[in-house]
């Protein structure tokens, strides 16, 4: 099974308005890290927000926000406002355990274009 | 604070051929992890070093394989190169690895096998 799984196609969004991209995972390990990460057309990856599994709040980093739904196994980027510069590629990855494993797993990656 | 840095950032080789990727991680992180990119496969994981050790490694097979130097730099050697080898190469720095949020990434070096 996946441990990452994005299914959407590429998203559009009209600029200043919120978007929704979303992440489910799957793990039995009761500690976990989900991260996501935008990757433009240059290749970077670029980190935006980081939940941790045992975190009490949605992590909220500026304009991203992730919606944890721990029981649903979902781990959703909302981003607010958007900006032209917000048409990327985004990745949802997934961390498991603690202590020395900093290994992560993507998922295959939403193409968001942001429409002017 | 600088950046990971990855060099160098294209690279063309011929099958057979083998190559060395350079990566330099944010001063003072001690962890190096290594991605390949691909459109098929997507991100996959092929080693982390920590401290000069590797510590966690991919389903990749031995022709890939690296190093970390006391400095944390790290470098990736791929030998007899196939023409599946053409990726997006990414490195990544943390400061421990060891689960927390710091994980950052460089800008890659896009290999092409011809």
């Known amino acids: 099974a996946q441990k990452i799984t994005q299914t959407q196609p590429g998203m559009f969004v009209q600029e200043k308005e919120a978007v929704t991209l979303d992440c489910t995972y799957d793990?039995?390990?009761?500690?976990?890290?989900l991260f996501w990460y935008k990757q433009p057309s240059s290749g970077e990856m670029i980190f935006l927000i980081y939940q941790g599994s045992y975190d009490q709040q949605n992590a909220t980093e500026g304009r991203y926000s992730l919606n944890f739904q721990k029981a649903r196994k979902s781990a959703n980027l909302v981003i607010s406002a958007s900006q032209l510069g917000d048409s990327a590629m985004y990745f949802c990855a997934m961390r498991e355990g603690s202590g020395a494993n900093s290994k992560l797993t993507f998922g295959k990656g939403i193409t968001l274009s942001v429409r002017p | 604070k600088a950046g990971v840095t990855q060099t160098p950032r294209y690279l063309i080789k011929t099958r057979g051929q083998q190559v060395t990727l350079s990566c330099s991680p944010i001063s003072g992180h001690r962890s190096v992890s290594w991605y390949q990119q691909t459109p098929g496969q997507g991100l996959q994981f092929l080693f982390e070093?920590?401290?000069?050790?590797?510590?966690n490694k991919g389903n990749f097979p031995g022709r890939f394989s690296g190093r970390q130097f006391s400095n944390s730099r790290s470098e990736m050697n791929v030998s007899t190169l196939e023409l599946g080898d053409s990726a997006l190469y990414l490195c990544?720095?943390?400061?421990?690895?060891?689960?927390?949020?710091?994980?950052?990434f460089g800008p890659g070096t896009r290999l092409t096998v011809t």
């Open positions: 793990t039995s390990d009761p500690s976990y890290g």
């Open positions: 990544a720095s943390s400061s421990t690895g060891t689960g927390g949020p710091e994980q950052y």
């Open positions: 070093y920590f401290s000069e050790t590797q510590r």
